[in-house]
């Protein structure tokens, strides 16, 4: 018996110094970050394109905390022909930081957070989204939210199944 209650005694003495565990990335350090975890989801590639091209990088790999509603491979090809390659191009960079600022939320936000409600969010470009998670899948605009609650370090991403696109200036 006394064996028993040194070793239970050492795993706790042992869990203390250690501390509490972290999620880990690719490097196993720590916990992704949002750029990171968009990188490696194949279903973000074209959102990843329009990041590195609208020169956002940065931002979601830095401290702020952030919510990406992040439009999916399939929601960026049910755009019209033409117009990803046109946001694309260098002479639209500011277009296209603008159209991706309309799917950045202040804050990491939980979808359950939105639960049986309509919210209105504002956005990183000082817009303001409708989430109606009255009903599934939750809506958002003319999106639907198709994944939830993907954690990073610095924020959450949920996926969508289109572009959501800003307000007419």
């Given at each position: 018996?006394?064996?028993?209650?040194?070793?239970?005694?050492?795993?706790?003495?042992?869990?203390?110094?250690?501390?509490?565990?972290?999620?880990?990335d690719k490097s196993g350090d720590k916990q992704a970050n949002l750029y990171e975890r968009v990188e490696n989801d194949a279903s973000f590639s074209t959102f990843l394109a329009a990041v590195q091209a609208a020169d956002m990088a940065d931002a979601l790999k830095g401290d702020d905390s952030?919510?990406?509603?992040?439009?999916?491979?399939?929601?960026?090809?049910?755009?019209?022909?033409?117009?990803?390659?046109?946001?694309?191009?260098?002479?639209?960079?500011?277009?296209?930081?603008?159209?991706?600022?309309?799917?950045?939320?202040?804050?990491?936000?939980?979808?359950?957070?939105?639960?049986?409600?309509?919210?209105?969010?504002?956005?990183?470009?000082?817009?303001?989204?409708?989430?109606?998670?009255?009903?599934?899948?939750?809506?958002?605009?003319?999106?639907?939210?198709?994944?939830?609650?993907?954690?990073?370090?610095?924020?959450?991403?949920?996926?969508?199944?289109?572009?959501?696109?800003?307000?007419?200036?």
């Open positions: 018996m006394k064996m028993w209650k040194s070793i239970a005694a050492a795993a706790v003495l042992g869990l203390i110094v250690a501390g509490p565990a972290q999620a880990s952030l919510t990406i509603l992040a439009p999916t491979d399939d929601a960026f090809a049910k755009l019209p022909d033409g117009e990803l390659d046109r946001l694309l191009e260098p002479g639209n960079k500011d277009e296209l930081a603008a159209l991706l600022k309309h799917h950045i939320v202040p804050g990491s936000i939980f979808a359950s957070t939105w639960a049986n409600e309509k919210v209105t969010l504002k956005t990183a470009s000082g817009d303001e989204i409708v989430i109606d998670a009255t009903s599934s899948p939750f809506v958002v605009g003319d999106a639907h939210i198709v994944t939830k609650n993907i954690p990073a370090e610095n924020g959450m991403i949920h996926g969508i199944d289109a572009v959501i696109l800003p307000p007419s200036s």
